[in-house]
């Protein structure tokens, strides 16, 4: 099994930052695609940003030029750099990493279970 556990959550005034982190953990052979999505309140979860493990991203229009997604293949871990933080970020944050357990298994979708971001004054 693969755990991924986020941190870095909290709450920020506007135009703040934050910076996210989510480390994989456990039966890890390779880790293909990382992510990052939100989920507001009454929404659907949405797509934040995107990286390969060739480090191609993308991110959401909402969030281009404030959000920077990296990763760090040493350490399975994924980050987000938030910065210019709006209201309209506020959202419960998942990670999540497209993992091979072995060499003889199928790739697999795992989710994280959320780090809250509030951006409030």
């Known amino acids: 099994q693969v755990q991924l556990v986020e941190s870095g959550g909290g709450l920020v005034q506007p135009g703040g930052s934050l910076r996210l982190s989510c480390a994989a953990s456990?039966?890890?052979?390779?880790?293909?695609?990382m992510g990052w999505y939100r989920q507001a309140p009454g929404k659907q979860r949405e797509l934040v940003a995107t990286i390969t493990s060739g480090d191609r991203t993308t991110y959401a229009d909402s969030v281009k030029g404030r959000f920077t997604i990296s990763r760090d293949n040493a350490k399975n871990t994924v980050y987000l750099q938030m910065n210019s933080l709006k209201p309209e970020d506020a959202a419960v944050y998942y990670c999540n990493a497209d993992v091979l357990e072995s060499e003889y298994t199928l790739w697999k979708d795992y989710w994280g279970q959320g780090t809250q971001v509030t951006v409030s004054s």
């Open positions: 456990g039966r890890i052979f390779s880790i293909n695609g």
